[in-house]
C-alpha cells in the first residue's frame, strides 16, 4: 500500500519545480497547464507560496521563483558540504590532485568543500569559499556546458581546461547531476597537464557517489 501523501503539498512542491525550471516565469493560466491541474487551484497555490516569499509576481502576472527559496538553498549547503566532504577527499588522493566540491551562487561558483592530496608533495592550494565566474576553469564550464544540453549528461561527463590556477594549473570537474535545484559541480585542479583518461573517469565516479548519497 502506497505511503498517504498530501496532495496540496504535492502540487505546491510542483509549482516550485515548474518555475525553477522556467526563469522567465509563467502565469497561473500556463501553470495550471503546465500541471494539468484547474487554475482557481494553481492560483491559491501561488498565493500560499507567494505569502512565504517562496513565488513572487511581478506587474505582467508571471510568477516566479521567490527570495525564500534562496533562503532554504542556504540552509541546505551544510547538508551538502557533510556528505560530499568524505567523496572530495577520496577524490584527492586517487587522483592526486587537489578536489573541490562547488556550487553555482548566481554568476560565480561557490567552493563549498575542498581537500588537498595525502600523498603529493606539490599541489594546489585550496581555501574554501572562494568564487570563481562560471566562465572561467572547468567546473563553471561544465556547468554552462550542462546547461546546453537540457539535463542531458554531458559525453564525457567532464570537461578540462588551463588556467585555473593562479600559476596556469589544469582543472578536470564533472557536474553532480540529481539535486533539484541546485547546480553542482565537483572536480580537482592541478599543476601538472593531467591524464584525462584516467583522471576523468574518477571524477565522474565521486560525482556519482555524491548524487547517490544524497538520494
Given at each position: 500500500?502506497?505511503?498517504?501523501?498530501?496532495?496540496?503539498?504535492?502540487?505546491?512542491?510542483?509549482?516550485?519545480?515548474?518555475?525553477?525550471?522556467?526563469?522567465?516565469?509563467?502565469?497561473?493560466?500556463?501553470?495550471?497547464?503546465?500541471?494539468?491541474?484547474?487554475?482557481?487551484?494553481?492560483?491559491?497555490?501561488?498565493?500560499?507560496?507567494?505569502?512565504?516569499?517562496?513565488?513572487?509576481?511581478?506587474?505582467?502576472?508571471?510568477?516566479?521563483?521567490?527570495?525564500?527559496?534562496?533562503?532554504?538553498?542556504?540552509?541546505?549547503?551544510?547538508?551538502?558540504?557533510?556528505?560530499?566532504?568524505?567523496?572530495?577527499?577520496?577524490?584527492?588522493?586517487?587522483?592526486?590532485?587537489?578536489?573541490?566540491?562547488?556550487?553555482?551562487?548566481?554568476?560565480?561558483?561557490?567552493?563549498?568543500?575542498?581537500?588537498?592530496?595525502?600523498?603529493?608533495?606539490?599541489?594546489?592550494?585550496?581555501?574554501?569559499?572562494?568564487?570563481?565566474?562560471?566562465?572561467?576553469?572547468?567546473?563553471?564550464?561544465?556547468?554552462?556546458?550542462?546547461?546546453?544540453?537540457?539535463?542531458?549528461?554531458?559525453?564525457?561527463?567532464?570537461?578540462i581546461s588551463t588556467g585555473d590556477a593562479a600559476n596556469g594549473g589544469y582543472g578536470v570537474a564533472a557536474c553532480v547531476t540529481g539535486i533539484?535545484?541546485?547546480?553542482?559541480?565537483?572536480?580537482?585542479?592541478?599543476?601538472?597537464?593531467?591524464?584525462?583518461?584516467?583522471?576523468?573517469?574518477?571524477?565522474?565516479?565521486?560525482?556519482?557517489?555524491?548524487?547517490?548519497?544524497?538520494?
Amino acid at each position: 500500500m502506497p505511503a498517504e501523501t498530501s496532495q496540496t503539498l504535492d502540487r505546491g512542491l510542483q509549482v516550485l519545480e515548474v518555475l525553477a525550471r522556467t526563469p522567465e516565469g509563467l502565469t497561473v493560466t500556463e501553470l495550471a497547464a503546465a500541471l494539468d491541474v484547474g487554475r482557481t487551484v494553481v492560483y491559491r497555490l501561488v498565493v500560499t507560496l507567494e505569502a512565504h516569499s517562496l513565488v513572487r509576481r511581478s506587474a505582467d502576472g508571471r510568477a516566479r521563483l521567490g527570495l525564500g527559496v534562496l533562503a532554504l538553498a542556504q540552509q541546505a549547503q551544510p547538508l551538502l558540504r557533510d556528505a560530499a566532504l568524505p567523496i572530495v577527499r577520496a577524490l584527492a588522493d586517487e587522483a592526486g590532485a587537489t578536489a573541490y566540491l562547488g556550487v553555482v551562487d548566481g554568476p560565480d561558483l561557490l567552493a563549498l568543500v575542498g581537500a588537498e592530496p595525502t600523498t603529493a608533495e606539490v599541489h594546489v592550494a585550496f581555501r574554501v569559499g572562494t568564487r570563481t565566474p562560471l566562465e572561467r576553469g572547468a567546473a563553471g564550464r561544465a556547468i554552462l556546458a550542462m546547461r546546453t544540453t537540457g539535463g542531458r549528461p554531458l559525453d564525457p561527463p567532464w570537461v578540462i581546461s588551463t588556467g585555473d590556477a593562479a600559476n596556469g594549473g589544469y582543472g578536470v570537474a564533472a557536474c553532480v547531476t540529481g539535486i533539484p535545484g541546485v547546480e553542482c559541480v565537483v572536480g580537482v585542479v592541478t599543476l601538472a597537464e593531467p591524464d584525462e583518461a584516467r583522471i576523468g573517469p574518477i571524477i565522474a565516479r565521486a560525482a556519482a557517489e555524491i548524487t547517490r548519497t544524497l538520494g
